[in-house]
């Protein structure tokens, strides 16, 4: 063998480009198979307070008792993200999501045909719990891995499914009750969880180059790879072990702790508020509603404007535009400023959500995003199941959510100013 035949024999072939083929590129199906998967799994999960009036009527159990096994539902499919991100780093997203899906249908269908609370807790609290960690982060990661200089838009778009389905399923689980009953009901929503979330899951692949593709956005290399060499698009990227020893990874998981804390805390107790403030019960019902309307265009826009501002400064824009929501609620007096609040809130609401897997992979690389994302979103996401349960002690003590509602603002505002400390981590300044 010549130098020249050796030298070839040691090359890779560069990636396609979609584009340059005149198709599509394979990215945007991965982005709209990702934002079905979260709009059944989250519309399912934001259904679960349509459904305890019902169960509560028929079982008797009262809905502070119902409370705790969904509490421990939110605490468990957070803190499980970082197995489901290490999965998804290892295994790819296709199994992951898939078996995630299956759990999760089966844990609605199990809790359709619940006949003691403590069944709940398995069926809800844990089965369920876990299938549904298997979707925000391996979703996420999998997203980021498919861009980079369109991360945000992409990001964005995918993440609004999830309000897409806060949307569409809480009024789609009210007629399957009033036509079927609420276990009837549950138990098509399970199958609907199974069956949708494993269809699109097969059209989900890890990242680009086990399709001979760039990520979009990367231009392709004039040079090819020498064989063993990773590709120029891992080169710098970071493995968990790494991430945990800088700095910019502990000021990550306490900021997102100090927003996500309070973030369910609205979810829960701004209907009771509402109804404080005089409101009928369906218009206060609609703040719900307006949340979630906001929170889809938060998801579908503030990502796109993080791609040109940065996701720092947009991340700083919406904790502030948390805690003006916020504030918001503690002094509202009727059904316009507690709208406005809820719209305020909404829209930072879900700009976070979908900044916090494109800022970790801009951060970190795509290489462990799943691991790494998934660590932050265990320790960050699952104090959110004890938020409600805080504003409820702070309601019973003064009569009032004032407290609650302000906490929740500073909070926000602090992790706020954390972020003037956040700065993108460099090999060189990485303590060894």
Not at 310 to 325: I, M, S
Request: charged share 10%; net charge positive; hydrophobic share 55%.
């Amino acid at each position: 063998m010549n130098e020249a035949e050796h030298v070839t024999s040691k090359l890779q072939p560069l990636p396609t480009t979609e584009a340059a083929q005149g198709r599509v590129f394979y990215g945007w199906v991965v982005v709209a198979c990702a934002f079905a998967i979260l709009c059944v799994a989250y519309g399912i999960q934001f259904s679960f307070g349509v459904f305890m009036a019902e169960i509560s009527k028929e079982t008797g159990w009262g809905r502070d008792s119902l409370s705790l096994p969904y509490a421990l539902y939110v605490f468990l499919y957070s803190a499980l993200g970082a197995v489901a991100g290490r999965f998804t780093d290892h295994w790819g997203p296709r199994l992951v999501i898939t078996v995630g899906g299956c759990l999760l249908g089966l844990g609605i269908i199990l809790t359709s045909q619940v006949t003691a609370l403590w069944q709940m807790y398995v069926s809800l609290g844990l089965i369920a719990a876990s299938g549904m960690s298997a979707a925000y982060v391996p979703c996420n990661a999998t997203v980021v891995r498919w861009f980079i200089e369109k991360r945000g838009l992409a990001i964005g778009l995918t993440s609004s499914g999830a309000s897409f389905g806060t949307f569409i399923f809480p009024p789609l689980a009210a007629a399957l009750i009033s036509a079927y009953g609420w276990r009837h009901a549950y138990l098509l929503l399970g199958v609907v969880a199974v069956t949708v979330i494993g269809a699109c899951a097969t059209f989900t692949v890890r990242d680009p180059e086990k399709m001979g593709l760039f990520p979009d956005g990367i231009a392709p290399t004039l040079t090819p790879t020498p064989v063993g060499a990773p590709p120029a698009s891992f080169a710098n990227d970071w493995t968990l072990a790494e991430a945990k020893r800088t700095r910019s990874f502990l000021l990550l998981n306490i900021v997102f702790t100090l927003t996500w804390l309070v973030v369910f805390m609205p979810m829960v107790h701004i209907v009771p508020f509402a109804v404080d403030l005089g409101i009928p019960q369906f218009r206060a019902a609609m703040t719900i509603s307006v949340i979630g309307f906001a929170g889809f265009m938060g998801r579908l826009f503030i990502g796109t404007i993080s791609d040109r501002i940065g996701r720092v400064p947009t991340l700083g824009l919406c904790f502030f535009l948390q805690a003006l929501g916020f504030t918001g609620f503690a002094f509202s007096t009727g059904l316009a400023s507690l709208y406005s609040a809820a719209a305020i809130f909404g829209l930072a609401y879900g700009g976070v959500t979908a900044l916090f897997p494109a800022l970790i992979g801009d951060f970190y690389g795509r290489t462990s995003v799943g691991s790494i994302a998934g660590f932050i979103f265990a320790i960050s996401g699952s104090p959110a199941a004890f938020g409600p349960l805080i504003a409820g002690y702070l309601y019973a003590v003064s009569g009032r959510y004032d407290a609650a509602f302000l906490l929740s603002a500073a909070l926000n505002l602090v992790a706020l100013m954390l972020l003037f400390f956040l700065k993108k981590p460099t090999r060189a300044t990485t303590p060894a």
